[in-house]
C-alpha cells in the first residue's frame, strides 16, 4: 500500500515524532509502545531539529491532514507551550515527553535547565570518542599495527613491564588515542616513529628494582625460570641505562613511572600533551 492508499484508508494512523535533536530516544520509546497495538497500522514520522514556532506550524498542518497525534522532545519551554497550544486549536492530541521529566528535575534540584538543544548528542559524540580511543588502545597495544601510529595522540615507548599496556588504557579511558610500543635494546622502533611528531611520544622511565620486581611476576605467571636473561639486576641496569640514553639521543620526553599510581603519571602526561596540543585537548579537560 502506498502513502496515498494509507491516506485513504480510515484505519490507517500516523506518529509525527517532534525533537529539537534527532528524536532517537523518543522514537524508541514510541516503538516500544506501538508493538503493543499489533493489529493497527501506523507509521511513524521523525521531524528532528525543531528549532522555531515556523517549524511546528509545518508539523501542526501535516498532521491535522490525517488521524495524527504528536509526540515531542523539545527542550525549550516557550516551544513546547506553542505546540501544545497549536495541537488544541487543531484538535490534535501531542505528548510531551520531555516538559515533565524537566519540571520534576527543576523542583528536585531547584534549578533551571539550560535548554540547550541537542546536549545530549553532544554528550553522547564524547563518549563515542572515549570508546574509539579504547579501541585504538587495544588495537596499537605493545607495537601492534605500526603502520597506524601516525593516528596516535599520545605514544608511549618503554622497556618491557615498565607500564606501558595499563597506563596506556587508562589515558583512552579519558579519551586519548594512545599507542604504546616496545624499546628492545638492540632491536630497531618501528620506521614509521620517523614520521611522528616527537611532542607526542612520551617515554617511561622505572627504576632497577621496581622493574625487577615487575619482571619476575611475570616470569612467576609464565612459570618461567631463566632469571637472568630477564629479570637479573646486571642485564635490568643495562637496559635502563640503554633506554634513557636512547630517549635523549632521539628528543623524546620522559617521565619517571616508578612507584606511582597510574592516575598521577597520567596526569603528568595529559599536562605536558595539553601544553603542547592545548586546542585539541579542550574536549577531555571538560570531561
Known sequence: MNINEKLANDNF??????????GINASHLVQSALVQFPNHDITVVKVPHIRSEIQVDDIIEKARNTESLIVHTIVNKNLRKYITRKGIEQDIVTIDLMGPVLSKVQTFLDSEPIEKPGLYREIQNIDLDQVSAIEFALAHDDGVNPENLTEAEIILVGLSRAGKTPLAMYLAIMGWKTANVPL????????????IDRRRIIALNINVDQLMAHRRLRQESLGTSDIYSYAARDKIENEINEARRYYISHGFSMIDVSNKPIETSAEEIIEMITRRFKSQAHKRLLR
Not at 494512523?13 to 534527532?22: L, Q, V
Not at 628492545?184 to 614520521?195: F, L, N, T
Request: aromatic share 4%; charged share 15%.
Open 13 to 22: 494512523h500516523m506518529i509525527y515524532i517532534a525533537s529539537c535533536g534527532e
Open 184 to 195: 628492545v635494546i638492540g632491536v630497531p622502533m618501528p620506521e614509521v616513529m620517523r614520521q
